[in-house]
């Protein structure tokens, strides 16, 4: 059994949003992913069209890939590219069309809600809404929404509500945020093999320098990618911290950073098919803190399956990562 965790769709009102915004003053990070990755060329198109799919199309690829069962999401930037209004009214219809195809298809799909950060008192209360009516397991955040970051206190009501409500929060990349997104704009640094695991890894360390754990003890924030390069880092994280505690540069946490990337985060794989970095991960983490993704359509599925399949852990260990922690963790029946 293989559960994905980490597989993407779009609606077509938040498609045609984007086009929208692109054609206004977007961001600059943002432009340079609209060309690559909504243009015209065949390779946008196919994506596109499988980001819609959420029947039989989807069911198919899936079948001839070995997944047996998707955690589906918003993909990115999702409703973080709009203001709060346009953004919560997208996200409220985007989760009703994702329960439905999950209804449609409940053997095969589970979804996680999609919310506008940047209304939080209303994504808090949606968030109600898709675990209590529309039987999502979880949300997805695509990082910063238009470099506003979860930290920030006006953020406050929606992570509450996401650990009040024992809804996982998957903390997804975008392009780096309009604050320090200049140095990534050439030579394609913005994109995927580097700059979203810069802008997703530095959103999760302000979660975790910013006391937001400390808060909301209960909190638990997934991440894709290895852990965007945060579990190869923890030992020089801590050291630093207690520096700079000393030194009075940074606050006094309850705990030390790795005290709450190990307690509060999962991590999962989604087509970053390295031994070494698995590796890291089960050695910081452990085997029940890592999940298998597929990052459909972007990533080859059945590289991904063939890398893992092989992976240097037990038959029980692998069976963890494939499915078991899905299933604990989103709360699979
Ligand atoms: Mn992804």
């Given at each position: 059994?293989?559960?994905?965790?980490?597989?993407?769709?779009?609606?077509?009102?938040?498609?045609?949003?984007?086009?929208?915004?692109?054609?206004?003053?977007?961001?600059?990070?943002?432009?340079?992913?609209?060309?690559?990755?909504?243009?015209?060329?065949?390779?946008?198109?196919?994506?596109?069209?499988?980001?819609?799919?959420?029947?039989?199309?989807?069911?198919?690829?899936?079948?001839?890939?070995?997944?047996?069962?998707?955690?589906?999401?918003?993909?990115?930037?999702?409703?973080?590219?709009?203001?709060?209004?346009?953004?919560?009214?997208?996200?409220?219809?985007?989760?009703?069309?994702?329960?439905?195809?999950?209804?449609?298809?409940?053997?095969?799909?589970?979804?996680?809600?999609?919310?506008?950060?940047?209304?939080?008192?209303?994504?808090?209360?949606?968030?109600?809404?898709?675990?209590?009516?529309?039987?999502?397991?979880?949300?997805?955040?695509?990082?910063?929404?238009?470099?506003?970051?979860?930290?920030?206190?006006?953020?406050?009501?929606?992570?509450?509500?996401?650990?009040?409500?024992?809804?996982?929060?998957?903390?997804?990349?975008?392009?780096?945020?309009?604050?320090?997104?200049?140095?990534?704009?050439?030579?394609?640094?913005?994109?995927?093999?580097?700059?979203?695991?810069?802008?997703?890894?530095?959103?999760?360390?302000?979660?975790?320098?910013?006391?937001?754990?400390?808060?909301?003890?209960?909190?638990?924030?997934?991440?894709?990618?290895?852990?965007?390069?945060?579990?190869?880092?923890?030992?020089?994280?801590?050291?630093?911290?207690?520096?700079?505690?000393?030194?009075?540069?940074?606050?006094?946490?309850?705990?030390?950073?790795?005290?709450?990337?190990l307690?509060?985060f999962i991590v999962?794989?989604?087509?970053?098919?390295?031994?070494?970095?698995?590796?890291?991960m089960?050695?910081?983490l452990g085997v029940a803190r890592i999940?298998?993704?597929?990052?459909?359509?972007?990533?080859?599925?059945?590289?991904?399956?063939?890398?893992?399949?092989?992976?240097?852990?037990?038959?029980?260990?692998?069976?963890?990562?494939?499915?078991?922690n899905?299933?604990?963790?989103?709360?699979?029946?």
């Open positions: 059994m293989r559960i994905a965790t980490e597989e993407a769709f779009v609606t077509p009102a938040i498609w045609e949003g984007w086009q929208r915004v692109l054609a206004g003053q977007p961001e600059p990070g943002f432009v340079k992913m609209g060309a690559s990755v909504f243009g015209d060329s065949p390779a946008a198109r196919d994506i596109k069209a499988r980001l819609l799919d959420l029947d039989d199309g989807r069911i198919a690829t899936m079948a001839g890939h070995g997944v047996d069962f998707q955690i589906i999401s918003m993909t990115s930037p999702g409703v973080q590219a709009f203001g709060p209004d346009e953004g919560h009214a997208l996200a409220c219809e985007s989760n009703d069309i994702l329960a439905e195809a999950v209804a449609r298809h409940p053997d095969k799909f589970a979804g996680l809600g999609t919310v506008a950060v940047n209304a939080a008192e209303r994504a808090a209360v949606e968030l109600q809404r898709c675990r209590d009516r529309l039987g999502l397991r979880g949300l997805i955040v695509n990082s910063h929404s238009s470099g506003l970051y979860l930290d920030d206190p006006s953020c406050a009501p929606l992570l509450e509500a996401a650990a009040d409500l024992d809804m996982p929060l998957y903390l997804h990349p975008r392009e780096p945020s309009p604050q320090m997104v200049d140095p990534f704009l050439d030579y394609g640094l913005y994109f995927a093999g580097w700059g979203f695991a810069v802008e997703c890894g530095t959103h999760a360390m302000r979660l975790i320098m910013s006391g937001v754990f400390d808060r909301f003890p209960k909190l638990r924030i997934i991440l894709g990618h290895m852990g965007e390069g945060i579990p190869f880092w923890l030992p020089r994280i801590d050291n630093r911290y207690l520096l700079q505690v000393k030194t009075g540069a940074v606050k006094k946490l309850e705990r030390l950073p790795s005290e709450y990337f307690d509060n999962t794989t989604s087509g970053h098919n390295s031994y070494p970095a698995l590796h890291v089960i050695a910081e999940m298998f993704a597929g990052d459909y359509p972007y990533e080859s599925v059945p590289e991904s399956i063939a890398w893992l399949d092989k992976a240097p852990v037990s038959a029980e260990d692998l069976e963890k990562i494939y499915s078991g899905a299933r604990r963790i989103f709360k699979l029946t």
